[in-house]
């Protein structure tokens, strides 16, 4: 798990930047992430925390609402463009056998499984994709394996 860290992203290319207010990012990684999509050339737009999916909470059955880390639209290497809605997780919060044993990971890895189907749901409606980001995608070194 990154170092936990909070504060406001000062945008370098306001012009790219399509949510509302500053955005603020929960950890190194998002930050990272930030400074990727504000200067990269290839990303043509970015939001933080800007889409809300609603989702069914089965510990509380009722709906709550879950919002993605980013909205990026991109331009590939073929010039086609791309939109994508991404949540930053460590890995060990993505894959059931690499959960904890503490009845509090297993909570909340069935809790993200309701929210990423909602916003599986979500995107593939809007024709757009919705892809989970961990550690092992941002900052692999050599030949990447593909889930």
Known sequence: M?????????IKNPEKYIGTGQPI????????????FDE?????????????????NPFKQQYSVYVPDFLIV???AQG???????EIKP????????TGKH?????????????????????NNKGITFR????GDMFHTGSRKRR
Do not use: G, V
């Open 74 to 76: 991109y331009m590939d």
């Open 132 to 135: 989970i980001i961990t550690e």
């Open 25 to 36: 990012y929960r950890s190194s990684w998002e930050l990272a992430a930030m400074r990727t």
């Open 40 to 56: 990269n050339p290839a990303i043509l737009k970015w939001a933080s925390e800007s889409i809300k999916i609603p989702y069914l």
């Open 91 to 98: 890995a060990k919060h993505t894959f059931k056998e690499q």
């Open 2 to 10: 990154p170092r936990y860290s909070k504060d406001r992203y000062t």
């Open 103 to 123: 009845i509090n990971d297993k909570i909340q890895f069935a809790l993200n499984q309701c929210k990423w189907a909602a916003a599986r749901a979500w995107a």
């Open 80 to 86: 086609k463009q791309h939109t994508e809605l991404i």
